[in-house]
C-alpha cells in the first residue's frame, strides 16, 4: 500500500486488548459518538465459517486465522485492512481485535494509526465474556476455559504488544468512565 493524499486525513485506531477487555464496547462508541467505521480483521474469518457451515468458536476462529496466514503471509488480514481503509471514504477507522505485529505491518503505513490498549482485570472480562456469547461456546465456558483461550497462541501475543500502545485505556470501571477516557485520546488525536 502506498500513501495517497487521502491516508494522511485518515485516522485508524487499533484497539487492543484480551479477550471480553471492552474493544467492541470502546468501538461501538467511537461508531456513535465520532462517525468512525469499525473494521474487524475476525470479520472476514466469520464471512468464511459461516459460507463453509462451521461454528463460530473462538478455536474455529483461531485455527482459521492461523492457517490462512501459513498459506498466504502473516500480513494477510493487515494487507486486506489496509486496502479496505484505503478505498473507504470514512475518516476515522477503528479496529477493534489487533491481535498481533503481523496485524499492523500495513497499516503502520498511514501517517495517522495509532495503537489503543484496553486494561481490564481478568474477572471483569470472564464475566462479560459469559453474559455477551459473542462466540457459541462462550455462554458455556469455565473460568478454567477461559484462562486456558488466554494462553492460546494468538492471544498470549496480545500482552506482547500492548506495550507498544500509545495510550492507556483502564475499562474497569463503568461504561461512562471509559467513555471519558476515549474523548480524551480523541482531543489529542484530532
Not at 491516508?7 to 462517525?35: C, F, M, P, R, S
Not at 503471509?73 to 489487533?98: C, H, M, Y
Not at 461456546?137 to 492460546?152: A, E, I, M, R, V
Amino acid at each position: 500500500m502506498t500513501k495517497t493524499k487521502t491516508d494522511k486525513n485518515k485516522i485508524v485506531i487499533g484497539l487492543v486488548g484480551e479477550i471480553a477487555a471492552g474493544k467492541d464496547t470502546a468501538a461501538l462508541y467511537l461508531k456513535k459518538k465520532y462517525q468512525s467505521e469499525t473494521v474487524s480483521f475476525s470479520q472476514p474469518l466469520r464471512d468464511i465459517l459461516d459460507i463453509i457451515g462451521i461454528e463460530q468458536s473462538r478455536g474455529n476462529l483461531q485455527d482459521l486465522g492461523i492457517n490462512l496466514r501459513k498459506l498466504f503471509g502473516q500480513d494477510i488480514l493487515s494487507r486486506a485492512i489496509a486496502e479496505k481503509i484505503k478505498t473507504s471514504q470514512k475518516k476515522i477507522f477503528i479496529l477493534p481485535n489487533v491481535r498481533l505485529e503481523q496485524d499492523i505491518v500495513w497499516l503502520k503505513k498511514i501517517p495517522k494509526f495509532i495503537l489503543v490498549a484496553l486494561e481490564t482485570d481478568d474477572e471483569i472480562r470472564f464475566a462479560r465474556l459469559k453474559k455477551r456469547g459473542q462466540n457459541t461456546d462462550d455462554k458455556s465456558k469455565t473460568w478454567t476455559q477461559f484462562l486456558k483461550d488466554g494462553k492460546n497462541p494468538v492471544e498470549k501475543h496480545i500482552r506482547e504488544l500492548m506495550p507498544k500502545c500509545r495510550y492507556k485505556l483502564s475499562n474497569n470501571g463503568s461504561p461512562k468512565e471509559l467513555q471519558k477516557q476515549i474523548d480524551g485520546i480523541m482531543k489529542k488525536i484530532k
